[in-house]
Each structure stands twice: as C-alpha cells, then as structure tokens.
C-alpha cells in the first residue's frame, strides 16, 4: 500500500494557477501510475487527470483538458497537477489516487472509474473566486 500526501491547495481568483503535489512513500513509486480525483461540495467525486508509470502517457477529463497538466517525477516519488486557467467550477476537494501499472485495465474501463484505484489521499482544498 503506498501513503499518499496532498499539499499546493489553497484560495485564488478565477483566471489564477495553482500547482498541487502528491508525495508518495512506502513503496517503489515506479510501480504506480497516479491519478487526480476532485469532489465539489453535494456533487460526486470526478476524475481529473492521470498519468502512466513513465510519465509518457497522460489522460485528462473533458473539463480541465488543455488547462490542467499531470506530471511526475519518479526520482522523488512525486506527481503535480498544473492548475491554470482556473474556474469557479474548479472549486472542489482534490484527491490524489494510486494503482498498480501491472493491474492492466479490464475491457471498457478507463481511468475514469474510481473503483481501479487502490490508494487515495486525504485530499487538499481548493477554492476559485469570481
């Protein structure tokens, strides 16, 4: 199981960037893909973004594409989300997530579907004024 820990969340106008940070410990960090989940106040939780064990492949959803950014670096078993761009609808408590790269995905799931990550982080606030 690895440990997940959030931090970069805070307040900003809409238009500003934040940049959140997932560290990770307790396992080979090049094992796990990541992922970024978010929940708004009385909605479901949503996916994000994610990203492959390399690095090499990255998956966002519709509503953040080409304003948000995944990355990681595997030398210090950390992921970031690039936040630009941002919106009053991008308020939300936002969760880092974790999974095997060996689980290969089963036919019509994708990245999406919160049941396939393992490991989930307390999550870091943030919060887009108009």
């Known amino acids: 199981q690895v440990q997940l820990v959030e931090s970069g969340g805070g307040s900003v106008q809409a238009g500003g960037s934040l940049t959140l940070s997932c560290g990770a410990s307790?396992?080979?960090?090049?094992?796990?893909?990541m992922g970024w989940f978010r929940q708004a106040p009385g909605k479901e939780r949503e996916f994000v973004a994610a990203?492959?064990?390399?690095?090499?492949?990255?998956f966002y959803a519709d509503a953040v594409k080409g304003r948000f950014t995944i990355s990681r670096d595997n030398g210090k078993n950390t992921a970031l989300l690039q936040m630009n761009s941002l919106k009053p609808e991008d308020t939300a408590l936002y969760s880092c997530?974790?999974?095997?790269?060996?689980?290969?995905?089963?036919?019509?799931?994708?990245?999406?579907?919160?049941?396939?990550?393992?490991?989930w982080g307390q999550g870091t606030q943030v919060t887009v004024s108009s």
């Open positions: 990203i492959n064990w390399s690095g090499e492949r990255t």
């Open positions: 997530v974790a999974r095997l790269a060996t689980n290969l995905l089963q036919i019509g799931t994708t990245y999406e579907d919160l049941r396939i990550w393992s490991d």
């Open positions: 307790g396992v080979a960090f090049i094992s796990f893909e």
